[in-house]
């Protein structure tokens, strides 16, 4: 049976799928002594060791959405993510998109739902308010100045939008990519023939989704 895999899945894993996400705390979920050492000398705080746990609970693993997907190739008939690929470099982007072109099955279905670029320029365009705009964008890189600051950018990387899409543009990019179709779908809508737990209106009001086919 080929693989249904999330990736990126945050706080919201699809029931039944192949989990992925980069927190560092999947990391520790999966070094039990790493865990016990941090605990044991309070260099986590509870919310932290809460997170650990809920991944380890959960079963989530481990992937950098900017390498090589810890898959085998042609091994899944669908590949979802939901609000992690804006967080990607334009380079970044194309080399997901590949892999995840290498990981598919023929035929087979890449769903990515992004924050929708017309939406917050719509929303723009209605209340004139460019400090709004600028802020819902979440397209400012962090301040670096602190060296907790440092600290956190070493271990996480940025987690601010680094481009924006609308459908047309993500399904350009799809295309380029080497994905032989792209389809704009409305939300609860999909190509997806067992899309059984996955969550088709994730963020509807300010989400655009976009199906590419291999």
């Not at 810890?70 to 609000?83: F, G, N, T, V, W």
């Not at 950018?153 to 939008?161: I, M, Q, T």
């Not at 994905?179 to 509807?204: M, P, W």
Request: overall charge neutral; some cysteine.
């Amino acid at each position: 049976m080929k693989l249904k895999v999330n990736i990126g899945c945050g706080s919201t894993p699809t029931e039944g799928w192949k989990n992925f996400d980069n927190t560092p705390a999947i990391k520790l979920a999966h070094s039990p002594f790493k865990f016990w050492i941090l605990k044991l000398f309070g260099l986590i705080n509870p919310s932290q060791i809460e997170n650990v746990e809920w991944n380890k609970e959960n079963k989530i693993l481990f992937a950098d959405a900017t390498k090589r997907l810890p898959l085998s190739d042609s091994s899944a008939e669908c590949i979802y993510s939901s609000h992690m690929f804006e967080h990607l470099s334009r380079d970044e982007a194309i080399l997901f998109l590949k892999d995840a072109l290498r990981v598919l099955d023929n035929g087979g279905v890449l769903r990515i739902s992004v924050p929708d670029l017309r939406y917050f320029i719509n929303n723009y365009i209605a209340n004139k308010d460019a400090d709004e705009f600028m802020s819902k964008m979440f397209v400012s890189a962090p301040s670096l100045n602190l060296l907790r600051q440092k600290f956190i950018l070493f271990f996480v990387g940025y987690r601010h939008h680094q481009w924006m899409y609308d459908g047309a543009s993500l399904s350009k990019l799809m295309l380029e990519s080497g994905f032989k179709d792209a389809i704009v779908q409305d939300a609860g809508e999909t190509c997806i023939k067992n899309f059984i737990g996955l969550n088709l209106f994730e963020r509807e009001e300010e989400s655009v989704y976009v199906e590419a086919i291999k």
